[in-house]
């Protein structure tokens, strides 16, 4: 037990000092039990979902998916920046819409930087593309982001429904971060060599691991278009995942797998934040966002980007939430715009960065604070309000 507790690191306590607030709340009333129940059966298929497609996503990267994606996308480049850089927005995007912010962030981003480092490309351009992506492009499906998964639960939208409202907005949300990336990261002169070696095709560790991992994407993205429930189609690929783990390579399989982190935070956040609401911050919250005067979807939006930036995307989420009416779809998915789009700002503005910047510290780049808030600021000021203008242009 000492050995578990000294390698927990800052975040790990400030999650279990969550849980146990939360469960201190709980045992002194402030938060009925029955309330706190209630929260609980609310996020129990999330917390499924959250658990299988972390660990889904893991395997998948061991078997070394992504890796070859990533090196076959260098490859495709040719030496050519712009062409890289259209195939690698393209693929973080693709992985956050269907595999989940977190797994673009944290598992896609030691790809990247793995990949520039045998190829001569500069770092940062890479690490940035998989960080403004897992956040701005996780809009369009239920499964790209938690807070979306709260939203189809609270509306009773279907996977398909919420697609076809989100898809405009979420093609403005990708297009305009493309834009200030290319503008901030990607030109000629940020970028660094004007041309890169295209990497040499490694050869693949296990194929049959390989293979099932290319299967199980498939079929788990199959799962999501035929809008079967998402957490158990999550839970499928997980299990087939560590069965051929199991056959396969058997060391991998680790506890360090579950997501244990992430899911006390989830299980704190939903006992925190009700209690909270119940004295004093719901009221905080309507006041900040407002009376709707005809600006209520971008004010909503304004705070939503804001408080995530101030105190993480999912406490804003779910503190604002309790105050936006649900008779109109709007405000909510307005909402849904600046807690998904707006978390570019601060390094703790969402779990995904803060995880995003572990792995740059671990691979030894630096990301300069001022261009970082800086940047972000700009993107948020201008993809923010486009976003929601989007959203209300097709009500």
């Known amino acids: 037990m000492a050995d578990v507790l000294r390698r927990l690191g800052i975040l790990d306590w400030i999650r279990l000092g969550l849980l146990g607030l939360g469960l201190l709340f709980v045992a002194t009333g402030l938060l009925p039990v029955r ?64 595999l989940n912010l977190d797994t ?144 396969r390579d058997r060391a991998k399989l680790t506890l360090a797998l579950v997501p244990w982190q992430l899911l006390i935070f989830v299980v704190a956040l939903f006992l925190v934040v009700p209690t909270l609401s119940r004295h004093g911050l719901a009221a905080l919250m309507g006041t900040l966002i407002g009376a709707d005067t005809g600006d209520g979807a971008y004010r909503v939006a304004a705070a939503g980007a804001v408080l995530s930036n101030l105190i993480d995307n999912l406490p804003a989420y779910t503190a604002l939430e309790r105050v936006v009416p649900t008779d109109d779809r709007e405000p909510l998915l307005a909402l849904l715009i600046g807690t998904n789009v707006g978390p570019v700002i601060t390094p703790w503005a969402s779990l995904a960065t803060l995880l995003w910047f572990e792995w740059c510290r671990r691979r030894g780049v630096r990301v300069p604070m001022r261009t970082f808030v800086l940047t972000g600021t700009v993107l948020v000021v201008v993809a923010v309000p486009a976003t929601v203008a989007a959203l209300l242009l097709t009500a």
């Open 35 to 98: 309330e706190a129940w209630s929260e609980m059966e609310r996020i129990a298929s999330i917390l499924l979902f959250l658990a299988a497609v972390v660990v889904l996503a893991d395997l998948v990267k061991e078997a070394g998916l992504f890796d070859a994606i990533a090196t076959r996308l260098a490859t495709l480049g040719r030496g050519d920046h712009a062409a890289l850089f259209l195939l690698c927005t393209v693929f973080a995007s693709l992985v956050t819409v269907f």
């Open 104 to 247: 673009t962030a944290v598992l896609l981003t030691p790809v990247m930087l793995a990949l520039a480092a045998r190829t001569g490309i500069a770092a940062l351009p890479l690490a940035m593309t998989t960080l403004w992506l897992a956040n701005t492009a996780s809009l369009l499906l239920p499964v790209s982001n938690l807070t979306n998964l709260l939203v189809v639960g609270r509306v009773g939208m279907s996977a398909r429904e919420f697609a076809g409202r989100l898809w405009f907005p979420q093609l403005v949300a990708i297009a305009i971060t493309m834009v200030f990336l290319w503008v901030f990261f990607w030109r000629r002169g940020r970028r660094g060599a004007d041309r890169y070696a295209p990497p040499i095709p490694e050869p693949i560790a296990d194929p049959v691991l390989f293979r099932t991992a290319t299967w199980v994407c498939v079929l788990f993205i199959a799962a999501i278009l035929l809008e079967l429930p998402i957490q158990f189609a999550a839970l499928a690929g997980a299990a087939l995942m560590v069965a051929a783990f199991a056959w």
